[in-house]
């Protein structure tokens, strides 16, 4: 029996009449691909017919007016299914059990010769669904920890009472219940002592301090949390939901049906199955009847791999809507590379995610690694003796300031913290203990280049080496980084605040990384089926393809941390360029210190702007929701925006004032943008120019502030040429718009190309 199966609803709801005849409700179906001589139309909830996954299906159909049930015969591969249509929330449905993995022949039939058939493609809850051929090898978590022996590496723990049941690490689910205190002064975090969120007994009496709740559907109830751990995909996922223990495990009757997925940041390159690193203890959230999500796979120090990430929401939204009712929308929620899998995830499969939430924001991965990459380069000019030299007798201060206007940064520091992040480049690293950059695997598995050439690689381009390919040459993921013709400092150097010596010697030295994550004197080129790729399948999110969705960007004061500023108006440059307009995207910043979570943030709480734009989204996607008039989305998405919903900031000397000119916003200390190193090289500010088209060194561009020798030296640095920013980067291109398939092999195929059945 699969794990979904066990947890089956025996029935999809309250109020309805199994005897009675059907109506006809046209569905707003996923992937209606019934046969054109069928009168019968067939279609599946929340997802496509090819994309079902777990052994069980939510089965809609239209052109069954007025026929009883008991005259609509349901086959399965050609046996009779038990399931039965009904009626229930405006559709006729029924939940198919038992599909077995691959193509399954659905076929409904009535009376007088009525009929309709479809094939669904099921797919294993352990995965894969889109992502391509999963990672190997994989060590999935135990109860406890297991130590490793001749054939078990050590495991980390699951959180969970029994184990894995097979080599996907499926388990069965796990129920566990806590309760919200009533104290006022409690940390939203789980594990603390003063945690907003206790163990609950069921069996046992309430605790005296339980609070209670008003849901957004006006109920007032025991502030009861109920969590089930599971897993999808090879991740650990926990969903949490308002529940009286007193009613049926699968009633779910203070849901609103509205979901809310928490995304988690950092890198991270695991091949291990792991607990989730955020938490569901979303007070403002739980609290109105949303249910949360969290998933290592969805959390970016567990799995970096970003199409992993969209199939694991994808399946996890199955099997809600298989056990407990469809979600009326999902709203995406999460800071740094929590907020770049929002754009992506929206971006490649566009309605996975219907509104985002975004803190400490980036647009992508890709184009946030430049920024690391150049700073790796950038630090590694700063060390050296030719560095020194040219700044002899200087003061630290001076030194420092130097360091910042290069990079286009606030200050020195926060370029030591950028290159920090080159671990995200090593394949490998040897130590006593695992480590997240050697996908916490043992040394005798990890690649090494001198001691172990057949491990296993653990770098950002080889954990997504389904999506980008392998170099035939050398079996290694290939990279999208590329630095040729890049000019460092330049406009430092022509407004005069780095001089000529500076400019040509930190271009002189610039130099890369190879592909074990090592310095080298020669600039990067990147492989062109890799941006190929990135730009035709949404990994570099595509402004017109999110311009239907709406987002709320919250940015504190984060110009010393690795989130600049300037970020959010990343994403917002590529929706202007896109679209001519900014009508999906809100920007609110707070002159508060520091980056992070705002939703954990105490300060950020107090000023209620996590719950403003929970309130705000879930306002818009209300409103959308309802909106039956004509027009496509990004017309309803446009007509419904709230009037909440506009730019503004406050100060870091006032946090009582929305200011709404942008000007004044950008001259406050904490919320000035400054810049990235690419637009001090000329770059956009958007970041999705990964490799830029070249030009001819041109003397005239530097303004006569160069010797002839001095030219000469950057003839040689750039003798394939400089980079001319007024074209279109290298196989930049609109991505495709569809939702992608990694399994036809890397570069991804859009699944409405590929052969439907009928």
Known sequence: MSVVRYFLLAVLGSGICSACAIDSTEPSAAGDVSGPSADIHLATLPTRPDLVSGGDARLVATGLTNTPVTDVRILV????????????????????????????????????GHYGELTIVNHPMGGPLVSGPQLQPWICATPERLDAAESQPVTYTSGLKNGPLDAQCNVEPELRYFYHTTDQDCAIPLGQEDSCFRPFDPNGPHPSDMATTTTDEGRTLDYIVRVERGAINRGLYDIAVLHDPASPEDEL???????????????????RQAEPASTWALDYALGKGFMVAVSSHTDASRNANRVVAAETVIMLKEYVSDRYGLVRYTMGHGCSAGSMQQNIIASMYPGTLNGLVLACSFPDSDGHAQEIFDAFLLNQYFESDTFAQLNEGLTDTEINRKRAEIAGHKDANSVKNFGQFRFAYVPGVWGDEPMSNNCRLPNDLVYDPERNTDGVRCSNADHSINIWGAYPETGFGRSTKDNEGIQYGLATFLDGRINAEDFVSVNEAAGGIDLDGNYVDERNIASTEALAAVYRTGLITDGHVLAATPVIDLRGDENSSVHYNWSSFALRDRLMNANGNLDNHIIWRVGLPGGGAPWLDQEWLEMGMPQLALDTMDAWLTDIEADRAAGNDVEKMRRNRPEAAFDFCYLGTDYSTKVVDQDVCDADPGLMLYSSIRQVAGGPRSTDVLKCALRPIDRADYQGKLTDAQFDRLKVVFATGVCDWSKPGVEQQPSLGGWMTFATGPGGTRLRDMAQSD
């Open 77 to 112: 591969n050609g046996l009779e299914s038990e399931a039965r249509f009904v009626s229930a929330g405006g559709r006729v449905e029924t939940i198919l059990t038992g599909l077995i993995d691959g193509a399954n022949m659905v076929r409904v039939e009535a009376a007088a």
């Open 253 to 271: 009757n203070a849901w609103n049906r509205k979901l809310l997925w928490q995304f988690g940041g950092s890198t991270g390159y695991l091949r």
